[in-house]
């Protein structure tokens, strides 16, 4: 029988706000960590890709045509055009007119108030292992000297890889939506000290193994009472959701 493998410390919250407060407010942008925030959260995820120039900024998706006013990919257009988007006008008349947020406006905001971040790399398709290396170096440069910089976590495990030659000492964290075989090994070999799955794939089965392997375990994105008492019965070690208004961060 193989030794149980001790659990990293963990001195992260365990409730994480969801691309900041990203469905009370523009996903991604300032104005939804501000929300977040106003709702006691102090920890959150979101997405960073590189603009053409290679500027760490905020979005999901690889192309601009849901989340702003403008239409194509991405990782096309330098930060100088990216950064004069409406990145606020598709979710409400509210927020129009909130622009895109670079990695180093959220670090400022992040590191101002002590809140701490999951950040999720989501590389171009091909450019994974690079995008990996280049946001783990600017996050070490942004919160040089901060004692809880961010994690970084990727479904990619190329980027995880990029992450680790450019930033060993950076937490990093697997994604997983679907099981694929050896993703535990995987998460392991890439030196990781969590996994975060879909929470549909988390159960008290899969929580212990993720112990017993060294790992901590988190899950994405809940938004309903009753599996959210379920993983706490687990004893699940974060949670991600959307329901920053539902849910008390604790």
């Not at 849901?66 to 330098?78: E, H, L, V």
């Not at 495990?157 to 930033?167: I, V, Y």
């Not at 070999?189 to 008290?204: E, K, S």
């Not at 988190?218 to 009472?225: A, E």
């Amino acid at each position: 029988m193989n030794p149980v493998t001790a659990l990293p410390d963990w001195p992260f919250p365990r409730w994480i706000a969801h691309r900041g407060a990203g469905k009370l407010a523009p996903e991604n942008t300032l104005a939804a960590f501000r929300l977040g925030a106003s709702h006691g959260y102090r920890a959150f995820e979101c997405d960073v890709k590189l603009s053409a120039d290679d500027v760490p900024f905020l979005l999901h998706d690889g192309t601009l045509d849901r989340t702003t006013n403008a239409r194509g990919r991405a990782a096309n257009r330098p930060w100088s055009e990216l950064s004069r988007l409406d990145a606020g006008g598709w979710h409400s008349r509210q927020y129009a007119g909130e622009p895109l947020t670079s990695l180093q406006a959220l670090a400022n905001f992040l590191r101002r108030n002590h809140h701490w971040l999951d950040l999720e790399i989501k590389p171009t398709k091909g450019d994974e292992e690079r995008t990996g290396r280049l946001v783990a170096a600017e996050v070490q440069r942004l919160w040089a000297g901060d004692p809880l910089p961010p994690l970084l976590s990727s479904f990619r495990p190329e980027a995880l890889l990029g992450a680790r030659q450019a930033a060993p000492e950076l937490a990093r964290a697997l994604l997983v939506d679907t099981h694929w075989p050896n993703w535990v090994s995987m998460a392991q070999q890439l030196g990781c000290v969590a996994a975060i799955t879909n929470y549909h794939l988390m159960d008290a089965t899969l929580l212990q193994h993720l112990h017993s392997c060294g790992l901590r375990a988190l899950v994405y994105t809940v938004n309903d009472p009753a599996p959210v008492q379920q993983l706490l019965a687990m004893g699940i070690d974060g949670i991600i959701t959307d329901a920053v208004d539902q849910f008390a961060p604790a």
